[in-house]
Structures are given as structure tokens and as C-alpha cells.
């Protein structure tokens, strides 16, 4: 389970975590003697770590009065929310797919973008109007910093960024209600992040390929 850790630059253990689980999918992906059955398994597991990878409270362990060491709020999953889930297309239902009760939750969720399910009934449509609309927003945008980051990859450097959201996330009163400023920057860092998680994993795919292809 290597969600039950948070990756830390100076710990004397340093896994199970999202970076050291991307970077072992990588390495049994390139790897010989992995067999083509565990590959497919390994690919999987990359395409699933790496939105992890990118989701900030992958990243971070919440320290406090109310959550206090070893186990601190565990990526914000003991960290109460007040929301109410609305569909961000406007439709009027009121069926989600979860009752989304906890921080982690609501960013595992893309701040509330992922969690309708009508949506779903035409998934792959609208993953492709998605990621096409999210791709549109950010691509000649983004500061050279991000640029380099999905053109060179690192599983470290992406735990690096994602943690870089993590103090604007925890903006929000334990057991609160989200505000409508909250969930309107939280959107736009949720989006960003798919952008940055979409390319990384585009990038490590072509990687893989060549690698593959010259082996």
C-alpha cells in the first residue's frame, strides 16, 4: 500500500510511496527478464500512479493538534469536509458517484469535477472533450519550470510540484463547508495537475517505447 506513506527527501525509509512506486513500474517495465503478462500488469499500475503522482495530498502527511504524529491526517483523508457535490456541467440530477466526506476525497474526485455520475454514461466522450478543452488551456501557458518537468519526467521532482499545492489546499476550516472561492481555484489546480500527470505520462510512454524498441 504506498499510499500510506508520504515521500520524504531525508527518511531513512523511503518506501512504499508514489515516487517510489512509479519509478519501480518504470524499472520493472524496462527490466528483461519481467515477462510480458507482469509488464501489462506494471503499465496498468503506471497509468494509475501517475494521476497519484500529481494528486498533491499523494504527497504530504497533515501535522497538527488534532492530527499528531505518526499517523498525522493520513493525506487528508482524516480531514473533515462539509460539501456538497454539484455537477460542474450544469446538469440538473443529483446523483454522484460517492459521498465525498474528506479532503482526500474531494482531490482524488478533481475538486469536485470527476464526482457526478450521468457524465459518465458517455465517459469516453467526454474524457476526449476533456482533454482536448484541458490541453487547449494550458499548452504555451505554463511557466518553463512546468515545461521542463513533462518534457524530462522525474517522479521525484512531480512529488516535488504537487507538494507545492499542498499549504493553498488546506485553506479550508477542518469540518468546514467549501467556499465558492475555494472550489473555483481548487478546480483550476486540479486541472493543471491532469495536464501536468497527461504529458509526464505521455512523455514516460515514449520513453518506454524507444527503450523497448532498441533493447
Known amino acids: 500500500r504506498y499510499w500510506s506513506l508520504a ?12 515516487v517510489w512506486a512509479v519509478d519501480h513500474c518504470l524499472h520493472q517495465i524496462k527490466a528483461q527478464q519481467t515477462s510480458a503478462q507482469e509488464k ?3 503499465f496498468a499500475f503506471l497509468i494509475h500512479l501517475v494521476g497519484d503522482l500529481y494528486q498533491p ?3 504530504e502527511n497533515h501535522f497538527s493538534a488534532y492530527f499528531r504524529p505518526p499517523l498525522g491526517d493520513r493525506g487528508g483523508n482524516n480531514y473533515l469536509i462539509d460539501y456538497q457535490a ?3 456541467l450544469n446538469q440538473n440530477h443529483k446523483t454522484f458517484s ?5 479532503l482526500h476525497q474531494f482531490w482524488d474526485q478533481g475538486a469536485g469535477l470527476f464526482s ?3 457524465m459518465r454514461r458517455g465517459w469516453g466522450r467526454y474524457v476526449d472533450h476533456e482533454a482536448r478543452r484541458i490541453d487547449a488551456q494550458f499548452t504555451g501557458k505554463l511557466p518553463p519550470n512546468l515545461v521542463s518537468l513533462i518534457q524530462h519526467p522525474s517522479a521525484k521532482e512531480a512529488s516535488n510540484q504537487a507538494f507545492s499545492e499542498v499549504p493553498t489546499i488546506y485553506q479550508t476550516p477542518f469540518d468546514g463547508h467549501l467556499s465558492k472561492q475555494y472550489m473555483t481555484w481548487a478546480q483550476e489546480i486540479a486541472l493543471k495537475q491532469i495536464y501536468l500527470a ?5 512523455t514516460w510512454i515514449i520513453q518506454l517505447a524507444t527503450h523497448a524498441k532498441y533493447c
Open 7 to 18: 515521500w520524504v527527501e531525508n527518511a531513512s525509509h523511503r518506501a512504499p510511496n508514489v
Open 40 to 42: 501489462a500488469l506494471y
Open 57 to 59: 495530498l499523494h504527497n
Open 86 to 88: 454539484l455537477c460542474h
Open 98 to 102: 460517492k459521498e465525498i466526506s474528506n
Open 116 to 118: 457526478c455520475i450521468p
Open 198 to 202: 497527461g504529458h509526464s505520462l505521455a
